[in-house]
């Protein structure tokens, strides 16, 4: 949003500062100033003259020399000009030897740091100065419509400069001693959007009186009803539309105060009645329109959502097809306007206007903004709708046009309104509470220096309750912190001392899905694993890759609606393809001994098509080639487990049944009767998909079953007073039995005295029979109350060995 500071001047006429202060104060303040433009930053020693003598040039047929009075004591200068529309009598602006302007020449662009103008000779003749075009005051035509096209602009032609004092400031006496400044404004200071809330901010930062406008509307003994009727059938879009009417019509060109303010907020004037609605649209923050009512069928408005397929031809000239999301301003037969965004060119204001109505409306922001999106339209009246107005502010703004339309002879005003606002908005009641916003913002302010806080943004204020009622305005103060708000920001917050944070301190910690997988990425990378991140998105293909069957449930995949290609169309429900495409990529560029992790998910779909969302699992891959083979990345993961408290007996099922794994070299991980994982070798044919020319391994933990399954509880156990006993057994065992069958029977026959074993032997030969291997443990006892005798190992043993017997296994002799 852009203001002159003449403008802002006009509310705050005490207001007394430099631009630079103006934008510090501001934006200290909580109005964010972007930036500022001086209109007449390089206009310097332009004064009105007057030219009393005109004679042709000696040698050059289309140049002039004039002799120009600057000043009412009767100074003169000579200028030479080839303008050819001045006469003698014209005041003009005149550029003084050493002086400034904006542009080089008539129609020239604007230059960043002006024109300088000294004193020379033109074709001989000397020339102490320069009379000026509108282009070279850094205005234009647009803004000066009385200004010649091509030539110096006459000031005594217009009515307002014909009395000007010559050797005045001309960019004073047109205006160009001004400032426009560019806000960023917040969405929650909708109050802001307009002169006036700005004005009240800068009355407020600067400790100045704050000036509105007075509104008095002189209408005639008639009945706005009389002339209009207003139904409005979505009133949750519309909470309120006012109209009044406006009789006798007089079109004409606006003042120029007003159309000199509308330029310097960039709305190009146009004439009275539109001027006067974009006037009241920058200064109250209420957008209007004007409705020619000769146009309006049954002299009814009728506030209804457009039909779907409908078309309507908007001011611009286009046709814009509409549909029911979108909110109309109708007549009794037909839509006249698209509402908060563009009239309609068959209800516009025109020269031949003699009866108008003008509307000042609120409604819905969001419907607003969806609706200018879907025509892709983009209006200064949209963008303030957008932030969802006040409907209070509406009858205010309304009264505000009529009184200008009064004022500048643009009609007369037919009494009353129309006005369908069924729930009214009400003020809200937020208390305050001194001592805690001290305490928020670090300060001591005392109760009265608060208060005249409030009071000075216009917030009242029961002292007596502790109570602020805000206006509806203010949409943006709720709650005790808003209001503490308000206090920061006239306080200074340059002002607010620096303090420590007060209050109990709290334990934090991490939650277990954390925990778990910060372990798994300590254990990964202490063994030599570095972490890989790969994409959720896969390609249908992946599946024929790791050789899965067709129903395997893998293959039940969520369908990415707008994927970025099939490669990525979609979610992965294993985290192999990632993990074995990055093992591929460095075997390809030649790394001998690589080791990779991830921590990433997979999703799981509950049912296709999809009715809610999917299972999200969070597992940790491992992959390896090189250096290491199955049971290194066994060891790899039994670390892990442990680490997470899964300390109890690990269970390793052959029969994992993975496609994608070699059918003799991988196993499931149980753990409590709970499939939470698998590994092994990766099937030689995957290798070759994948362009892997050497043996990989990797494994998959599903870490929400470990969370699940985890414990960092640590029971304490005392050193031993007694010494253990060991037993070495040698066994012949089949080659199907595996070894944890055999640790099994150990474990749940060694009762108490069991206090560890460990497989140091396994060997095939010459010696053993086909089909058999020799297995060697050696098993340690101990008792916690007594020195062990061999009475009470034998007994222990007895039971182990008549156990293992049961699975068919002998001792060795």
Same mark, same amino acid.
């Given at each position: ?198 004005? =009240?901010? +800068? $009355? *407020?930062?600067? &400790? ?7 509104? @008095?509307?002189?209408?005639?003994? %008639? ?37 000199? =303010?509308? +330029? $310097? *907020?960039?709305? &190009? ?7 006067? @609605?974009?006037?009241?649209?920058? %200064? ?530």
């Amino acid at each position: 949003m852009n203001t002159p500071l003449s403008w802002i001047k006009a509310y705050v006429p005490e207001l007394d500062c430099t631009a630079q202060e103006y934008t510090d104060a501001m934006t200290l303040s909580g109005t964010k100033v972007e930036g500022f433009e001086c209109l007449d930053k390089n206009l310097e020693k332009i004064v009105v003259g007057k030219i009393l003598k005109i004679e042709k040039h000696p040698d050059a047929d289309k140049l002039i020399i004039c002799q120009v009075q600057i000043s009412e004591d009767g100074e003169q200068v000579q200028i030479v000009t080839g303008a050819p529309n001045v006469k003698e009598g014209d005041k003009v602006p005149v550029v003084l030897d050493g002086g400034r302007v904006a542009a080089s020449a008539h129609g020239g662009e604007p230059h960043p740091d002006g024109i300088k103008i000294k004193k020379g000779k033109l074709r001989g003749v000397e020339s102490f100065g320069m009379m000026c075009s509108i282009d070279e005051l850094g205005a234009s035509r647009e803004m000066y419509p009385d200004a010649a096209e091509d030539g110096i602009y006459i000031l005594s032609d217009n009515e307002a400069y014909k009395d000007a004092k010559i050797g005045s400031s001309v960019p004073e006496l047109l205006g160009l001693h001004d400032v426009v400044f560019e806000y960023e404004i917040t969405s929650n200071r909708v109050d802001c959007f307009s002169v006036l809330g700005i004005a =009240r901010e +800068a $009355a *407020a930062t600067f &400790r100045k009186p704050f000036v509105p406008p007075v509104v @008095t509307v002189t209408e005639n003994d %008639e009945k706005a009803s009389d002339y209009i009727s207003v139904e409005v059938k979505d009133q949750e879009l519309c909470p309120r539309y006012v109209g009044r009417i406006v009789k006798n019509i007089k079109i004409a060109p606006s003042p120029e105060w007003m159309q000199r =303010r509308l +330029a $310097a *907020a960039g709305i &190009r004037p146009i004439n009275n009645i539109v001027d006067i @609605t974009n006037y009241v649209m920058e %200064e109250y923050g209420q957008p209007m329109h004007a409705y020619d009512l000769d146009t309006i069928k049954g002299n009814k408005i009728v506030v209804r959502r457009a039909k779907d397929g409908e078309k309507f031809e908007t001011l611009d000239g286009q046709v814009r097809e509409l549909d029911s999301s979108m909110l109309m301003i109708c007549d009794d037969e037909k839509p006249i306007g698209i509402a908060g965004i563009m009239g309609g060119e068959n209800s516009k204001i025109t020269d031949n206007v003699s009866t108008m109505l003008f509307e000042a409306a609120c409604f819905d922001g969001t419907n607003i903004r969806l609706s200018g999106k879907k025509l892709g339209m983009r209006t200064d009246a949209q963008a303030k709708f957008e932030k969802g107005l006040d409907p209070n502010n509406a009858m205010e703004a309304m009264n505000r046009a009529c009184q200008l339309i009064v004022e500048l002879g643009a009609g007369e005003v037919v009494g009353g309104s129309v006005d369908v606002y069924p729930e009214k908005r009400m003020p809200k009641v937020v208390g305050y509470d001194v001592d805690r916003i001290n305490r928020l913002l670090g300060t001591d302010i005392d109760e009265a220096t608060m208060v005249s806080y409030f009071r000075m943004i216009d917030l009242e204020v029961n002292e007596e309750k502790k109570e602020i009622i805000v206006p509806t305005w203010r949409q943006d103060i709720g709650c005790l912190a808003d209001v503490a708000e308000e206090v920061a920001r006239f306080y200074g917050y340059d002002n607010i001392p620096m303090t420590l944070p007060k209050g109990e301190a709290t334990m934090g910690k991490l939650s277990d899905k954390l925990i778990i997988e910060g372990l798994a990425r300590n254990i990964a990378e202490r063994c030599g694993f570095s972490e890989g991140m790969t994409y959720s998105f896969e390609s249908p293909k992946v599946f024929d890759k790791l050789l899965l069957q067709k129903d395997d449930k893998a293959r039940e995949a969520i369908v990415i609606s707008n994927p970025l290609g099939e490669d990525y169309s979609i979610m992965r429900t294993l985290p192999l393809n990632g993990m074995l495409t990055s093992l591929a990529t460095n075997y390809n560029r030649r790394n001998k001994d690589v080791r990779l992790y991830e921590i990433g998910n997979v999703y799981i779909p509950k049912e296709l098509p999809l009715k809610e969302l999917p299972d999200e699992r969070t597992q940790l891959t491992l992959g390896m080639y090189g250096a290491g083979d199955f049971f290194d990345m066994k060891g790899v993961v039994e670390m892990f487990l442990d680490k997470c408290g899964l300390t109890d007996v690990k269970e390793y099922n052959p029969n994992a049944l993975k496609s994608y794994l070699h059918p003799g070299r991988q196993a499931d991980i149980i753990y409590d009767n709970v499939v939470i994982g698998y590994l092994g070798e990766v099937h030689p044919d995957v290798c070759d998909n994948y362009d892997i020319g050497t043996k990989a391994y990797v494994a998959v933990i599903d870490l929400p079953k470990v969370i699940e399954k985890s414990t960092f509880a640590k029971k304490f156990h005392p050193i031993a007073k007694f010494p253990a006993v060991t037993r070495d057994i040698s066994m012949l065992v089949k080659k199907d039995i595996l070894v944890g069958q055999i640790e099994e029977v150990i474990r749940k026959r060694g009762g108490k005295l069991l206090e560890s074993y460990h497989l140091f032997d396994v060997y095939e030969g010459e010696q053993i029979e086909a089909g058999y291997k020799s297995v060697a443990y050696s098993i340690s006892f101990r008792s916690e109350e007594k020195t062990l005798e061999d009475k009470d190992v034998n007994a222990v043993m007895k039971k182990i060995l008549n156990g293992l017997s049961d699975l068919g296994i002998e001792l060795r002799q």
